[in-house]
């Protein structure tokens, strides 16, 4: 087989073909967030077991995007990313013969199998571009999250069109499909490409004793995390407190996961032109003050007055809902670009396993978050305690990076006096040189 050369035209067809590959697996990863909705019905789940089923996909998604963002490091980006699709068919040819709980629970976990496209998926693009174009180019990629809106959209309609059973199969038909147009159309890597790899361990693994990592680790497990989970709780959240219809409420999740998904893309070039951490600050200051009001729950006050009583009623209606909401997804857009932009520019040779540890925290978000939601919904017996769990997520998030700043800035100034100080004690001693 002759060696593949680089082109712009073949970067530019990598780009196009892995995107539309994350896409269709995303959609498969979050094909609970409507199967849920009607499977919590059937078999009259609480909150929290609600919130674990809702998990199961993103929980081996998580559990397995490490190994395999080592695992890429070694072998063809784009024949792991077959081989992940082929494995999905499967169990999405078994969903409509699935009617249990426990079965649920298995097939999701299966199911998250998709969730490993992104390690593959970004470990495949990144050699394609240059520094200076990676946050758009892994923005572009990271669109692929409206694979999430192509589920909210499509899984209703197939539905009501030809009825539940037939939703895994139509979306086996899709993966198939997308297997053929990956394999004849997405280039190879180069042979450059391929022996970026090295093969001792300990040097994909020694990047992960840095503090930072971990500290993008923790932006990622809110950006992402938060993302992911939001889409999968949203739409019982409409039909709960808003008593919406399940269309709207499919509808409302739909746009939440689109503008926050199609935004992805600028904000990588935000971060490449702005830089990553001014990026992230900004994100996370916006998603400070829409989740204040998303946090406050319905409250009814009786003010005693002089001559009568004052009645309050304060309460977040769904339209002021959407909209923070859409605000909080946008910015979650531009921050999952800009943390990818950070990690590409701190570790550039090491995107799988850093790329891997990272992608792997952010999803452990979306597995535990559910999970949380249901579980503060239970004990504090209000809607929008989830939204008050996430508040006290972003302000760790914002204290840790305060402290990174601090300390950043701090070593700099040590250094800048130590430079000087070395400056001073030079000219001293040659001033100090007799005169020859």
């Known amino acids: 087989m002759p060696a593949v050369q680089y082109t712009q035209q073949l970067a530019g067809r990598a780009l196009i073909f892995a995107s539309a590959m994350f896409a269709a697996n995303f959609s498969v990863w979050t094909l609970y967030a409507v199967l849920g909705v009607e499977i919590r019905g059937q078999l009259d789940l609480s909150a929290t077991e609600y919130g674990v089923l809702l998990a199961a996909p993103i929980l081996s998604g998580a559990l397995l995007r490490f190994p395999v963002g080592l695992l890429v490091e070694y072998f063809s980006a784009k024949k792991l990313i077959l081989l992940q699709m082929l494995l999905l068919l499967p169990v999405l040819f078994l969903l409509p013969f699935i009617d249990s709980y426990g079965a649920h629970l298995l097939a999701g976990l299966w199911l998250g199998i998709s969730g490993v496209s992104f390690v593959l998926g970004i470990r495949y693009i990144s050699p394609w571009f240059e520094r200076g174009r990676q946050g758009t180019a892994m923005g572009i990629f990271g669109a692929g999250n409206a694979g999430a809106a192509i589920t909210l959209a499509l899984a209703p309609a197939i539905q009501n069109w030809f009825g539940r059973e037939w939703i895994g199969p139509a979306y086996g038909a899709g993966i198939i499909l997308m297997m053929v147009l990956f394999e004849f159309f997405a280039p190879e890597e180069t042979r450059y490409m391929r022996s ?132 909080i997804g946008i910015a979650q857009g531009f921050g999952r670009a800009s943390v990818y932009k950070a990690l590409h520019d701190n570790f550039p040779a090491h995107m799988g396993s850093v790329g891997g540890t990272v992608a792997t925290i952010g999803a452990l978000g979306g597995f535990t978050l559910p999970v949380l939601f249901g579980i503060a919904q239970d004990l504090v017996g209000i809607h929008s305690a989830a939204f008050m769990l996430l508040y006290g997520v972003l302000a760790i998030c914002m204290l840790v990076m305060y402290l990174a700043i601090k300390r950043e800035n701090y070593m700099q100034r040590l250094q800048y006096a130590q430079q000087n100080n070395f400056l001073l004690e030079e000219a001293s001693e040659t001033e100090a040189l007799p005169d020859r």
């Open 196 to 327: 970026r790899g090295k093969p001792d361990l300990r040097s994909h693994l020694k990047p992960l004793t840095q503090i930072r990592v971990w500290r993008y680790g923790l932006y990622y497990y809110f950006v992402f995390g938060s993302f992911l989970a939001l889409l999968l709780w949203l739409p019982n959240y409409y039909l709960s407190v808003y008593q919406v219809s399940t269309p709207v409420a499919m509808a409302l999740t739909l746009l939440f996961v689109a503008l926050s998904s199609s935004l992805r893309a600028l904000g990588g070039w935000f971060a490449d032109r702005y830089g990553a951490r001014t990026v992230n600050w900004s994100v996370f200051w916006t998603c400070l003050v829409c989740l204040f009001f998303l946090s406050y729950p319905p409250t009814s006050m009786t003010i005693h007055g002089v001559e009568r009583d004052v009645h309050l009623n304060i309460e977040v209606g769904i339209e002021l809902f959407t909209l923070l909401l859409l605000v």
